[in-house]
Protein backbone atom coordinates (compact mmCIF):
# COMPACT_ATOMS: atom_id res chain seq x y z
CA UNK A 1 0.00 0.00 0.00
CA UNK A 2 1.58 3.15 -0.96
CA UNK A 3 0.79 6.84 -2.05
CA UNK A 4 1.18 6.93 -6.01
CA UNK A 5 1.28 10.23 -7.96
CA UNK A 6 -1.45 10.39 -10.79
CA UNK A 7 -2.26 13.00 -13.01
CA UNK A 8 -5.13 14.31 -14.47
CA UNK A 9 -6.17 17.14 -15.70
CA UNK A 10 -3.17 18.55 -15.87
CA UNK A 11 -2.89 18.45 -11.64
CA UNK A 12 -0.62 15.93 -10.05
CA UNK A 13 -2.42 14.23 -6.83
CA UNK A 14 -1.60 11.05 -4.48
CA UNK A 15 -3.49 8.29 -4.82
CA UNK A 16 -3.54 5.20 -2.42
CA UNK A 17 -2.69 1.95 -4.31
CA UNK A 18 -1.83 -1.31 -3.80
CA UNK A 19 0.67 -2.80 -5.79
CA UNK A 20 0.27 0.86 -7.97
CA UNK A 21 -3.08 -0.36 -8.87
CA UNK A 22 -6.38 1.61 -8.00
CA UNK A 23 -8.49 0.04 -7.59
CA UNK A 24 -6.28 -2.91 -5.75
CA UNK A 25 -6.38 -6.31 -7.09
CA UNK A 26 -9.14 -8.73 -6.58
CA UNK A 27 -8.43 -11.98 -4.89
CA UNK A 28 -10.59 -14.62 -5.89
CA UNK A 29 -11.74 -17.27 -3.25
CA UNK A 30 -13.84 -20.21 -2.74
CA UNK A 31 -15.65 -20.77 0.88
CA UNK A 32 -13.26 -22.66 3.29
CA UNK A 33 -10.34 -21.39 1.63
CA UNK A 34 -7.74 -20.54 3.60
CA UNK A 35 -6.05 -16.44 3.44
CA UNK A 36 -2.82 -15.10 4.95
CA UNK A 37 -2.59 -11.61 3.80
CA UNK A 38 0.25 -9.34 4.75
CA UNK A 39 -0.20 -5.90 4.30
CA UNK A 40 2.52 -3.28 4.59
CA UNK A 41 1.47 0.43 4.64
CA UNK A 42 4.04 2.83 3.07
CA UNK A 43 1.66 5.55 3.00
CA UNK A 44 1.21 8.62 5.17
CA UNK A 45 -2.65 7.97 5.47
CA UNK A 46 -4.60 4.82 7.74
CA UNK A 47 -6.06 2.59 5.10
CA UNK A 48 -8.48 -0.31 5.37
CA UNK A 49 -8.74 -3.01 3.55
CA UNK A 50 -12.04 -4.90 2.55
Do not use: F, W
Request: net charge positive; charged share 15%; aromatic share 4%.
Amino acid sequence: VQATPVKRLCITHEVVTVNGQYPGPMLEVRNGDTLIITAINKSKYNVTLH
